[in-house]
């Protein structure tokens, strides 16, 4: 029901933009989050955005490069990645669901898509 796109290799300092688009139901009264997984080593917040699209949040590493936005009438979420770094790489996760104004924390969510890789090379 949450379909993740648009990761892909780049060079370090290039940009990307993840879609996740949501069906099945209406994903526009829950929170949407995007996370992240790198070989050997745990899923991490990366950002998330309230169901109204008001508030938002970024773990400290990605602040003012990546950007998430939704557009509740296409059922997506987005997340605009800029000046992408090698340390980005990692499989990315959209998730929906939990506290309307988000979580950072993945067992909030109930709901998983199935993740897109972003490969950043140095």
């Known amino acids: 029901q949450l379909q993740a796109s648009g990761g892909g290799l780049v060079q370090a300092g290039a940009s990307l933009r993840l879609s996740c688009a949501a069906s099945?139901?209406?994903?526009?009264?829950?929170?949407m989050g995007w996370f992240r997984q790198a070989p050997g080593k745990e899923r991490e917040s990366v950002a998330y955005?309230?169901?109204?699209?008001?508030?938002?949040y970024y773990t400290d590493s990605v602040k003012g490069r990546f950007t998430i936005s939704r557009d509740n009438a296409k059922n997506t979420v987005y997340l605009q990645m800029n000046n992408l770094k090698p340390e980005d790489a990692a499989v990315y996760y959209c998730?929906?669901?939990?506290?309307?104004?988000?979580?950072?924390?993945?067992?909030?969510?109930?709901?998983w898509g199935q993740g897109t890789l972003v490969t950043v090379s140095s």
């Open positions: 955005i309230s169901w109204s699209g008001e508030s938002t």
């Open positions: 998730a929906a669901g939990g506290p309307r104004g988000g979580s950072k924390y993945s067992n909030a969510y109930n709901y």
């Open positions: 099945g139901r209406t994903f526009s009264i829950y929170a």
